[in-house]
């Protein structure tokens, strides 16, 4: 089996706790190395990847024969700068969500990713759970008939931690570039619709968004239908979507942080007090986006979310900014 060597910039507990993790078990990739320029926070990840290289830092990274992919963690704001380094520098390149702060900036990376050859994408894993997958193949043998309306909820608080990049307007801070990507992504993905019209309502502090809802209509594949999405970074946790259909209905549990926040499931109902579960126990789904990214690599196999998806999901972001009413 071919191996994807990959190197990390930056030393971020997501990556730590997660990414850095799925990268070494997965069956087609091997951590090779990481930028940064502490030694303490380096040590966790030597701790689970021996042989780890340290770089002091990006630009060595970079420069860095031995590294075939790369995986970018950092703040918001410097998503798209390190992209389009790192693609410069010859490596295939998977970045944390958002890539990009508006959906203009996608088409300097669409256009860096087509002039290289490189493989470069946005870290958007929930496509590759077979929970989403499972979703959407539903959806598409229409098992709950034509969509009438999509329920999407993400939540968390962390008012108790101001500092946190999140809640900071000069690291890309907010919760619609947080978690709007998740409630606004997912639908595009499992249905295929785009939004028609949307309206909005948010509450800020300190310049970023901590709550907001979103309703309007997507129209796809299967008609124009009703769609509502409430984020927030001040409210108790939750997490949750809901497919309508002429008939039947589809819930989704734990869609976005599955394992984490509880087990992912999805449940279908239809009429006469029918319903079927089916569950997902113990998938990792960075370990499955990691091996993801491999397999389009090695063997050429589509990659089930390219840039201009994402940039979809950045113009349906951008365009609730647009239409937003604060509160």
Same mark, same amino acid.
């Given at each position: 089996? !071919?191996?994807?060597r990959?190197?990390?910039?930056? &030393?971020?507990? *997501?990556? #730590?706790?997660?990414?850095?993790? /799925? ?17 303490? =926070? !380096?040590? @966790?990840?030597?701790?689970? %990847? +021996? ?7 990006y ?9 075939d %992919?790369?995986?970018?963690?950092? @703040?918001?704001?410097?998503?798209? $700068? ?5 693609? !410069? ?6 970045? $944390?969500?958002p890539? /990009? ?9 669409i256009? !860096?990713?087509? &002039? ?6 946005e870290a958007?894993?929930?496509?590759h ?7 959407r ?5 229409? %098992?709950?008939g034509r ?14 931690? @101001?500092?946190?990049?999140r809640n900071?307007p ?21 249905t295929?619709?785009? @939004?028609v019209?949307l ?7 300190n310049g970023v968004?901590?709550?907001a ?7 796809? +594949?299967?008609? #124009? ?6 984020t927030?970074?001040?409210l108790?946790? =939750?997490q ?5 259909g002429?008939?039947?209905?589809? =819930?989704?549990?734990? +869609?976005f942080n599955?394992g984490?926040?509880?087990?992912a ?12 579960c089916?569950r ?12 993801? *990214? ?5 063997e050429?196999? +589509? ?6 998806f994402?940039?979809?999901t950045?113009?349906m972001?951008?365009q ?8």
């Amino acid at each position: 089996m !071919a191996i994807t060597r990959w190197g990390i910039l930056g &030393a971020a507990k *997501f990556a #730590r706790e997660h990414m850095g993790p /799925a990268i070494h078990a997965a069956r087609n990739a091997e951590l090779v190395a990481l930028a940064s320029s502490s030694a303490d =926070r !380096a040590a @966790p990840f030597a701790a689970f %990847a +021996p042989g780890l290289r340290l770089h002091d830092s990006y630009e060595a990274l970079l420069a860095d024969p031995g590294i075939d %992919a790369v995986y970018i963690p950092l @703040p918001n704001h410097l998503h798209l $700068e390190w992209t389009l380094r790192a693609i !410069a520098a010859g490596k295939h390149v998977l970045t $944390e969500k958002p890539m /990009a702060m508006r959906a203009g900036e996608f088409d300097r990376l669409i256009a !860096a990713r087509d &002039a290289s050859g490189l493989l470069v994408a946005e870290a958007y894993m929930i496509v590759h759970h077979p929970q989403w997958q499972k979703v959407r193949a539903l959806i598409a043998e229409g %098992a709950i008939g034509r969509i009438d309306h999509v329920d999407t909820a993400f939540s968390y608080d962390n008012r108790a931690d @101001p500092g946190n990049i999140r809640n900071r307007p000069e690291t890309g801070g907010g919760g619609l570039r947080d978690i709007g990507v998740y409630t606004f992504g997912s639908t595009r993905f499992a249905t295929g619709a785009e @939004p028609v019209a949307l309206s909005a309502r948010v509450k800020l502090e300190n310049g970023v968004d901590t709550w907001a809802q979103v309703v309007g209509e997507m129209e796809g +594949p299967t008609g #124009r239908f009703t769609w509502s999405s409430i984020t927030s970074m001040r409210l108790f946790p =939750r997490q949750e979507v809901v497919f309508q259909g002429e008939t039947g209905l589809i =819930r989704v549990t734990a +869609p976005f942080n599955a394992g984490l926040f509880g087990e992912a499931q999805v449940e279908l109902h239809r009429s006469g007090n029918s319903s079927e579960c089916w569950r997902f126990p113990a998938v990792n789904q960075y370990v499955l986006q990691v091996e993801a *990214f491999g397999r389009s690599l090695q063997e050429g196999v +589509p990659y089930a979310c390219p840039l201009e998806f994402s940039r979809g999901t950045q113009a349906m972001i951008d365009q609730v900014f647009a239409v937003a009413t604060e509160i």
